[in-house]
């Protein structure tokens, strides 16, 4: 053989030889990725992350579902599975081997029940040893920290109830002040809760009745605030609303409270003449007798068969009567008829004695039978 042949030949295995072991470090991850429906999953990424020497590869799962990257150098690799960017799965310590594929498939919907088990089994505290073995240091974290939470919001609505249901208890018994910290703690631990609120809002409004004069004020000042809160919480709440208008007659705030009164009306058409007797009733022991008769006549107004409120409007028109000097009672125009009104719907009502008594003193003849207004008249016999 040649000299010049020869060693052609010997560069050849050479060469040969020298691809052989470059081959040998190289090697193959695939698998199949199924979605929690079970089905195939496209578009899944899968990063394979070296752990023994740095390195980064990424590859997705094709439309049915298989994913496949080549050329990886033997090693050991952490594979991920994301979807939408997030990790939802993953296998470490993966050793890869030269020559077959080393499969890694990932079954989201096993996944998925398995971290449903998991989750189950951490908040009963009955994790099993292998389930214990199967979680990831990050898993643990998570568990850990899950478990630190859940034991600091269970502190937390302890505090919080006990606070509540002291505070309720204290307005009960109409400790005032006891009342107004209790709530206010427990305003402190949860800001979001609307009975917090309003109950602590009911509470200052009683402390405050237990103030004279500009000692009121402020106290009052925090109820207001307190059922604020409340409404920001719950603005479509019309006995919220109803409440408010109640204390803003206390503070002398007539406009604010008719205003929040008239959106009670409108939230809740069905209360609406409750709502404006409560005003009129507020007004009429705080000694403001006129506003107090315009409540009690709206009241009479939207809700029409409202005894009580024609009763009391009647009490403040008889108010306004003039007395001749024979002692005979003149009423104004409306007196008699709102009196009457009162007994044609309540006639064994707590007032009817008094609405009977009050349109004697008028000399009038007491009718408390329904007659339809259009009804013909009746004629007499012909003779």
């Not at 740095?54 to 090693?75: A, I």
């Not at 809002?201 to 500009?214: I, P």
């Not at 022991?285 to 008769?293: F, R, S, V, W």
């Not at 005979?328 to 125009?333: A, E």
């Amino acid at each position: 053989m040649p000299a010049n042949f020869k060693r052609a030949a010997l560069s050849a295995t050479g060469v040969l030889f020298l691809a052989s072991l470059c081959f040998a470090q190289t090697s193959t991850i695939e698998g199949d990725v199924k979605g929690p429906d079970g089905q195939a999953l496209k578009g899944a990424v899968v990063k394979i992350d070296r752990t023994d020497i740095k390195g980064k590869y990424q590859t997705k799962s094709d439309k049915k579902g298989h994913y496949l990257h080549v050329g990886l150098p033997l090693g050991t690799y952490n594979v991920t599975c994301e979807v939408d960017g997030k990790a939802v799965d993953n296998v470490n310590g993966v050793r890869t081997r030269p020559g077959d594929s080393t499969v890694i498939d990932f079954d989201l919907q096993k996944t998925v029940q398995k971290q449903q088990a998991l989750s189950k089994a951490a908040e009963t505290g009955t994790l099993t040893k292998e389930q214990e073995r199967e979680m990831s240091p990050e898993q643990r974290a998570m568990l850990k920290k899950k478990a630190e939470e859940q034991a600091a919001a269970m502190k937390k609505n302890k505090e919080l109830n006990d606070a509540y249901n002291a505070g309720i208890a204290a307005i009960e018994s109409k400790q005032w002040d006891a009342a107004v910290q209790n709530l206010s703690k427990a305003s402190e631990l949860d800001p979001k809760q609307i009975a917090v609120w309003s109950h602590l809002a009911e509470a200052y409004a009683g402390l405050a009745g237990t103030k004279v004069g500009s000692e009121q004020d402020p106290i009052l000042a925090k109820a207001m605030e307190a059922y604020g809160k409340a409404l920001e919480l719950s603005p479509s709440d019309a006995a919220l609303h109803n409440n408010y208008a109640l204390l803003l007659v206390k503070a002398k705030k007539l406009p604010e409270a008719q205003a929040e009164l008239g959106k009670a009306a409108q939230l809740d058409p069905t209360k609406a003449g409750q709502y404006f007797y409560n005003l009129g009733a507020v007004l009429t022991n705080t000694g403001q007798a006129e506003p107090a008769g315009e409540a009690f006549k709206k009241a009479t107004e939207v809700q029409p068969d409202y005894a009580e409120a024609h009763y009391q409007y009647a009490i403040y028109l008889i108010g306004k009567a003039k007395t001749t000097p024979d002692g005979k009672v003149i009423p104004v125009d409306g007196t008699k008829e709102e009196f009457q009104k009162y007994l044609q719907l309540a006639p064994n009502g707590a007032n009817a004695a008094s609405a009977k008594a009050m349109l004697d003193s008028m000399d009038v003849k007491l009718t408390t039978g329904y007659e339809t207004p259009n009804a013909p008249t009746k004629k007499g016999k012909k003779k």
